[in-house]
């Protein structure tokens, strides 16, 4: 199990730290106002609606530091999972920076074309797309009524596999 903590901060950004089940611990703050901290819910949303374990927060409960996860650090580049999972929530970003919701076949032809690169692209179907819409609104609403100051605490599940 990985304890996840967002602490707001004033500006609405956050301050990450990742607890281990062996206790270790890796944390980031988050310095582009609300922006990382709706991605790193929406990464929470896809891997355990979709359940990835090897995404993010997979490569987190494995024993990755925070600054590991961008692919040019000590561990080197991702694995394929984490950059399918990337392509998903990068995609769900995309979508929420937009002012239309988009359909599960441009939704997946976006994926298709940003996994050109690593062969790797999962297909939606309309009730994945839902169940990941629906967990990533839940905590979006935590997040927008968590006070200044407080911390949101979530439990990832699932075990990191992709150690290097």
Request: glycine share 10%; net charge negative.
């Amino acid at each position: 199990m990985l304890r996840i903590q967002i602490t707001k901060r004033p500006d609405g950004s956050g301050v990450l730290r990742c607890t281990r089940s062996d206790g270790s611990v890796t944390w980031q703050k988050q310095r582009q106002g609300v922006f990382f901290a709706h991605h790193d819910l929406t990464h929470f949303a896809v891997e355990t609606t979709l359940a990835y374990t090897s995404g993010f927060y997979g490569l987190i409960a494995a024993g990755w530091d925070v600054a590991d996860t961008t692919g040019k650090g000590a561990r080197g580049p991702l694995p394929d999972d984490a950059l399918e999972v990337e392509h998903l929530v990068g995609a769900l970003d995309v979508e929420r920076a937009g002012s239309t919701r988009w359909t599960v076949g441009e939704f997946n032809d976006h994926l298709a074309h940003a996994a050109a690169s690593s062969g790797t692209s999962r297909e939606l179907t309309e009730e994945d797309l839902l169940r990941v819409r629906s967990k990533r609104a839940e905590l979006f609403a935590r997040w927008a009524a968590l006070p200044f100051g407080e911390t949101l605490e979530l439990e990832f599940p699932h075990a990191g596999v992709a150690l290097r």
